[in-house]
């Protein structure tokens, strides 16, 4: 199986990333070249100053899902950004800034983590994905 | 007779990916034929080898589970 994936991945919160990249790679374990596209919240989470960060979690957690969330950590799940790393070591896992959100957020390539391979335009992103399949996160 | 080496990846305590993630990057530093032992505490592992085995190609040799531990034993296509 290696038809490729692409993933528009929008949010920011720990819990969505850290989904996003258990997708990632377990694609890029089967040999599914995945294509990431960073928008608005995402974008902002792949800042190397903050990819460390503790971003919360999406609304609907409340307290009990904030309490699961840490205690998946203590019991060895890896944080989203080392799971994109381990990701791209065993695939091909290709991550882009969205354009847009760079000038919205104010972000210069400079700015951004290494797990980010580059900067491109929603065109050229849909040009990549083309008929294959598209999720949203 | 020879006894054939087994190379090992240690996954226990990790959550899902982890294992496989750890699985395809020792499986990537052997040669064709080899063989690779790997345990792991994560529940979904077990489907998850089946999948990864036939849509990957190397084979799952072997899959037993002891005391909440699984053991994989794959060869290298």
Redesign the interface.
Known sequence: ?SEPLAISLFSGTDDKLNAAA?LV??A????RPVHVFLQYWALDAFRRDRIEADRGLAPEAGPAGEAAVRR?RS????SWSE?LR??K???EVDIQACSLSMDLLDITEADLDPLVDGVEGVTAFWSTAETGQVLFI | MTTETIHRVDARGLACPMPIVKTAQAIATLSSGDLLEVLATDPGSTKDFVAWSRTTGHALVEQDEEGGVFRFLLRRK
């Open positions: 199986m258990v790679a377990g890029a374990a089967l040999g998946l019991l060895g799940g890896a799971t381990s990701a070591e065993i695939g």
